[in-house]
């Protein structure tokens, strides 16, 4: 099993491109989430989803939008790209939540993402 | 808003020492409180996790103390080697938010030979 993966592993856009970031999983999650990663901020979550075709909002999701139209895929897309989101991003999936229990989260390798 | 904070930001130990991250929480909704540990170019992984039923978990190495009513939890590595140098994050969650974390900020321990 590869587990989680995301693609690219680097990139770099100018101000004002867009972009897609890819997320899979071989696990048959039901659970994926998309995070950021700056340097003295921890993970902070973006947008996640609970199940094939749904999307929600997380802690920091303006500027970016997210799509799950297949279970084991979670798309970020950033319309309009900003330095301010130069960042490491991670993708994470996890089972779904049985009652009275919590799950450990997956993550990929990250996409390091650079606006200029 | 930083719902889960931790400290220290950078930690330095000898081979053998004792590496201590503390983190508070303010949410007292938040039930369960996993650490993750991350190595440079690698995604987070769980290292281990607590509820607050529990004062103490242990795995190997690596314990966790929890206060409930200080809202308070800290791991405490023993024996500290250097394949332990990784950046470690708390993280806390509450039942109803669908396994949804909140991290703390994130402290980077070096362990010396």
């Known amino acids: 099993n590869a587990g989680v993966t995301q693609t690219p592993k680097f990139r770099v856009l100018k101000t004002g491109q867009s972009m897609t970031l890819l997320c899979a999983q071989d696990?048959?999650?039901?659970?994926m989430y998309w995070y950021r990663q700056d340097p003295g901020m921890g993970l902070r979550l973006i947008h996640y989803?609970?199940?094939?075709?749904?999307?929600a909002k997380g802690e920091v999701p303006d500027g970016y939008n997210v799509s799950r139209l297949k279970k084991q895929n979670f798309l970020l897309g950033l319309e309009s790209a900003a330095p301010s989101q130069t960042s490491v991003y991670f993708c994470?999936?996890?089972?779904?939540?049985?009652?009275?229990?919590?799950?450990?989260?997956?993550f990929g390798p990250g996409t390091r993402l650079t606006v200029l | 808003q930083q719902q889960v904070k931790q400290s220290p930001q950078s930690l330095i130990v000898q081979k053998g020492g004792i590496s201590i991250i503390n983190c508070a929480y303010e949410?007292?909704?938040?039930?369960?409180f996993p650490w993750y540990q991350q190595f440079p170019g690698k995604g987070p992984a769980l290292l281990i996790a607590?509820?607050?039923?529990?004062s103490e978990k242990k795995e190997g190495r690596f314990t966790i103390s929890f206060n409930k009513s200080a809202k308070q939890f800290s791991l405490h590595i023993m024996d500290s080697q250097p394949g332990d140098s990784a950046t470690y994050f708390c993280?806390?969650?509450?039942?109803?938010?669908?396994?949804?974390?909140?991290f703390g900020e994130g402290t980077q321990l070096t362990v010396n030979p």
């Open positions: 993280a806390a969650s509450k039942e109803t938010s669908g396994s949804r974390l909140t």
């Open positions: 994470a999936s996890s089972y779904s939540l049985a009652e009275g229990s919590y799950n450990e989260q997956f």
């Open positions: 949410n007292t909704a938040f039930d369960y």
């Open positions: 989803s609970v199940g094939e075709g749904t999307t």
């Open positions: 607590i509820r607050p039923d529990v």
């Open positions: 696990m048959n999650h039901e659970y």
